[in-house]
T-cell receptor, first 114, second 114 residues
Framework: GENVEQHPSTLSVQEGDSAVIKCTYS??????FPWYKQELGKGPQLIID?????GEKKDQRIAVTLNKTAKHFSLHITETQPEDSAVYFC?????????????FGAGTRLFVKA | DAGVIQSPRHEVTEMGQEVTLRCKPI?????LFWYRQTMMRGLELLIY????????DSGMPEDRFSAKMPNASFSTLKIQPSEPRDSAVYFC????????????FGSGTRLTVV
């Protein structure tokens, strides 16, 4: 079946450094790639997304890139801050056959050390 | 906007008992999703509705699980009988058709079956 692989599972960086999380998807019909941030005791929150007709998107300190040919997409966080510490999930959505199905990666636990 | 509202936040029940989880989506959202989150399996899609109609329930693990959406502002996920392996955090999410494809998640219900 369809799956999304996410790496690394844990990432520790020093405050101010950059963090990169990478994902690979299998369903070639996927056309939308959101990223979610989950803080302890809360539900995942959408932080940025990218559609399949766009290669890169940036929003302040976060950016996403998409390589549709290779089925790779990545999240980049620059100038990391302690409040960036959380679990980050990538996801791939397919609207094949008029449906709407989102598969999530396993998550990356990001620690930003002050 | 109160967001997606789930109740209860925590539920502890004995094996064999019936459990009902509740969700109120954001007003005007057309889609409602039920996800289960565990350490071992991550975020799994259980079922989703479009305009109150179940579209894909292939993720519902067993006949012990059932979900309903009697109207646009309310959905339930029921487990009967419950088993210890059902222990997880259950999230409800909603989204509006035609807009950003991203979801808004509720805060989740942490279910413990003893």
């Amino acid at each position: 079946g369809e799956n999304v692989e996410q790496h690394p599972s844990t990432l520790s960086v020093q405050e101010g450094d950059s963090a990169v999380i990478k994902c690979t998807y299998s369903d070639s019909a996927s056309n939308y790639f959101p990223w979610y941030k989950q803080e302890l005791g809360k539900g995942p929150q959408l932080i940025i997304d990218i559609r399949s007709n766009v290669g890169e998107k940036k929003d302040q300190r976060i950016a996403v890139t998409l390589n549709k040919t290779a089925k790779h997409f990545s999240l980049h966080i620059t100038e990391t801050q302690p409040e960036d510490s959380a679990v980050y999930f990538c996801a791939a959505t397919s609207t094949r056959g008029g449906g709407f199905k989102t598969i999530f990666g396993a998550g990356t636990r990001l620690f930003v050390k002050a | 906007d109160a967001g997606v509202i789930q109740s209860p936040r925590h539920e502890v029940t004995e094996m064999g008992q019936e459990v009902t989880l509740r969700c109120k989506p954001i007003s005007g959202h057309d889609y409602l999703f039920w996800y289960r989150q565990t350490m071992m399996r991550g975020l799994e899609l259980l079922i989703y509705f479009n305009n109150n109609v179940p579209i894909d329930d292939s993720g519902m693990p067993e006949d012990r699980f059932s979900a309903k959406m009697p109207n646009a502002s309310f959905s339930t996920l029921k487990i009967q009988p419950s088993e210890p392996r059902d222990s997880a955090v259950y999230f409800c999410a909603s989204r509006k058709n035609g807009a950003n494809y991203g979801y808004t998640f509720g805060s989740g219900t942490r279910l413990t079956v003893v």
